[in-house]
T-cell receptor
């Protein structure tokens, strides 16, 4: 099956700094990718839909200036958490769409100290 | 807007027994897709089974099957011959179509008792 990778798998950053998370579809091209956030023992909450070559569509309540999404190629989408704060600490998961299927990455655990 | 409700936060089942996880959903669309995803401790999301709303026949995948009741907006997952490796969080989910965003329920944590 299709493989989606995320990098890094874990990251610790200081409050006020920015951190970038990459989501790559390794063996297929994805015009659409999705970014989710998962707090401990909770469900996945959709943050935004990332479309190659166009602006991302953010879900209600998600700050687009804080969570910058770039989908510059058919195999790469990035999520940048700007001016991170401890409350941004979470597990971030991306998924890539290919021919009516969504394939999930392994997730990135972000800890802001 | 779509909503997905899982009313069982946790369930336990004896190994080799059968367990059913419940899910209800709400959507105003006539064409949509329903999913069950498994999230083991590794946190990798794994698709267990999918159901297309326009298909009346219940989907099955080996030991996993669903009971899709469209009028009642119910979509339960039955796991037969439960195995220790089935222990995980199970999320019920819905999408308008397979190209659209997936909305997840809150999940049911399944414990398998040896």
């Amino acid at each position: 099956g299709a493989v989606v990778s995320q990098h890094p798998s874990r990251v610790i950053c200081k409050s006020g700094t920015s951190v970038k998370i990459e989501c790559r579809s390794l063996d297929f091209q994805a015009t659409t990718m999705f970014w989710y956030r998962q707090f401990p023992k909770q469900s996945l909450m959709l943050m935004a839909t990332s479309n190659e070559g166009s602006k991302a569509t953010y879900e209600q309540g998600v700050e687009k200036d804080k969570f910058l999404i770039n989908h510059a190629s058919l195999t790469l989408s990035t999520l940048t958490v700007t001016s991170a704060h401890p409350e941004d600490s979470s597990f971030y998961i991306c998924s890539s769409q290919q021919v009516h299927e969504q394939y999930f990455g392994p997730g990135t655990r972000l800890t802001v100290t | 807007a779509q909503t997905v409700t899982q009313s069982q936060p946790e369930m336990s089942v004896q190994e080799a027994e059968t367990v059913t996880l419940s899910c209800t959903y709400d959507t105003s669309e006539s064409d949509y897709y329903l999913f069950w995803y498994k999230q083991p401790p590794s946190r990798q999301m794994i698709l267990v089974i999918r159901q297309e709303a326009y298909k009346q026949q219940n989907a099955t995948e080996n030991r996993f099957s669903v009971n899709f009741q469209k009028a009642a907006k119910s979509f339960s997952l039955k796991i037969s011959d439960s195995q220790l490796g089935d222990a995980a969080m199970y999320f019920c989910a819905c999408a308008m179509n397979r190209d659209d965003k997936i909305i997840f329920g809150k999940g049911t944590r399944l414990h398998i008792l040896p």
